[in-house]
């Protein structure tokens, strides 16, 4: 990759983690790679905002791209940290023992993880204080603490002047960019597409648990003219940052529900009794012409499920019972839902039993506090008769009617 102008002397600097096998987080799949961004004001005073993981190569292409526009890392005057996440600041024990001049611009609860993570001593650090503009040169760089967006210490910075806002993990998605592909307006609608679904798997993945965090943080930016957005990950909008920005406040209030009229399915099957009846449930549910996102438990990555239910205003399990309670993999799911708080749903469990039942009274236990409106279940021993697949399509179109109240 090469450094590239975003506008005037504000120049992009950026890697792609592109291997299949690494996890982002060291929990999520990203098949399609994502970038990671720093950003460079070249002026009076030269600026680094946010560095990059120090794995692979990647200090090594961020200093040659910097090289680019006639700059090595001893010549940085101001170092902004918008967050400590690793992968945004795990350069920067090597930097700051080849820069000894810069000065860190930073939160004061990021202060402390920097002796934390790079051994950076806090007297390298200046704490700023919510609203504060620092003037480098023609730049002024307004800084906003954004916390839980998606760390405690998590700021924004806006250059004032030309109104580009470097949100660093807000405003994000999974996928690689290519040099040609940087800005919004290079892009396909097919494209488009592609990164808003990144997006979303980004959001639900990484920030879905902080949304209450991302809508006072949205306020707190609405007064500002922003022109450009420059994310830690993905592209750089600048044509329409209004896009990515709705996209953001949609995904947020989905923690409120209700979320898309949809339905996220689950199931998992020990011996095919409960996997009989997925097909039927998917045929009422296209027959109601209400979209289903179908995955199976093991199989499917949380990942992937967790993007869909967050979207979905529906829930359909199907597990058997196993030893008196929900069915393992089952569980980790439900676990994990939960864990992300996603919450204001309307749910349908089904599923078979062997000797016994227990899974709807261990499942109805796990989700007490969930805040899902559990509408009903159907279970049934052994394979289902026709009498049972005739109870299921029932309850199923009742669940659609609730479903479709819910979304009104």
């Known amino acids: 990759m090469k450094i590239q102008k975003v506008v005037d002397d504000i120049y992009r600097l950026a890697v792609n983690i592109e291997d299949e096998s690494y996890l982002f987080e060291g929990i999520w799949p990203i098949p399609h790679g994502i970038s990671i961004n720093s950003y460079l004001i070249k002026g009076e005073k030269n600026v680094l905002i946010d560095l990059t993981q120090n794995i692979m190569d990647f200090p090594k292409v961020i200093t040659e791209q910097m090289e680019g526009a006639s700059l090595a890392v001893e010549d940085i005057d101001i170092i902004i940290i918008n967050h400590m996440e690793p992968d945004h600041s795990g350069w920067l024990n090597d930097f700051c023992k080849k820069n000894t001049k810069g000065v860190i611009y930073c939160t004061k609860k990021a202060i402390p993880l920097l002796k934390a993570f790079g051994e950076v001593p806090p007297e390298r650090a200046v704490a700023i204080t919510d609203g504060m503009t620092l003037t480098a040169g023609d730049y002024e760089?307004?800084?906003?603490?954004?916390?839980?967006?998606?760390?405690?210490?998590?700021?924004?910075?806006?250059?004032?002047?030309?109104?580009?806002?470097?949100?660093?993990?807000?405003?994000?998605?999974?996928?690689?960019?290519?040099?040609?592909?940087?800005?919004?307006?290079?892009?396909?609608?097919?494209?488009?597409?592609?990164?808003?679904?990144?997006?979303?798997?980004?959001?639900?993945?990484?920030?879905?648990?902080?949304?209450?965090?991302?809508?006072?943080?949205?306020?707190?930016?609405?007064?500002?003219?922003?022109?450009t957005i420059c994310p830690a990950h993905g592209i750089i909008w600048r044509d329409n940052p209004n896009v990515i920005i709705d996209h953001y406040k949609r995904y947020a209030e989905y923690s409120k529900g209700p979320g898309e009229r949809e339905v996220t399915l689950i199931w998992s099957s020990m011996y095919g009794n409960t996997k009989t009846m997925l097909n039927l449930i998917v045929q009422t549910l296209n027959k109601r012409q209400i979209p289903v996102h179908v995955f199976q438990a093991p199989g499917d990555d949380i990942g992937y499920i967790l993007a869909s239910a967050w979207k979905s205003a529906g829930l359909i399990f199907g597990?058997?019972?196993?030893?008196?309670?929900?069915?393992?993999?089952?569980?980790?799911?439900?676990?994990?839902?939960?864990?992300?708080?996603?919450?204001?749903?309307?749910?349908?469990?089904?599923?078979?039993?062997?000797?016994?039942?227990?899974?709807?009274?261990?499942?109805?236990?796990?989700?007490?506090?969930?805040?899902?409106?559990?509408?009903?279940?159907?279970?049934?021993?052994?394979?289902?008769?026709?009498?049972?697949?005739q109870n299921m399509v029932q309850e199923v179109e009742a669940f659609c009617d609730e479903l479709v109240k819910f979304t009104e």
């Open 141 to 227: 760089l307004q800084f906003f603490e954004t916390p839980n967006i998606h760390w405690p210490e998590t700021m924004m910075t806006y250059e004032k002047k030309r109104g580009i806002l470097f949100s660093c993990d807000a405003f994000g998605s999974y996928g690689k960019v290519e040099d040609d592909t940087i800005f919004d307006d290079q892009l396909s609608q097919e494209k488009h597409k592609f990164l808003e679904n990144e997006a979303l798997r980004y959001y639900a993945n990484i920030v879905a648990t902080f949304s209450a965090f991302v809508l006072k943080g949205l306020s707190k930016l609405a007064s500002l003219d922003i022109k």
């Open 319 to 389: 597990m058997p019972t196993y030893e008196y309670k929900v069915f393992p993999p089952m569980s980790h799911v439900i676990e994990e839902l939960l864990v992300k708080k996603v919450t204001n749903k309307k749910v349908f469990r089904y599923g078979s039993y062997g000797w016994v039942g227990g899974a709807q009274r261990d499942f109805e236990a796990r989700i007490e506090k969930s805040g899902w409106d559990l509408l009903n279940f159907y279970e049934w021993q052994g394979a289902p008769t026709k009498e049972d697949k």
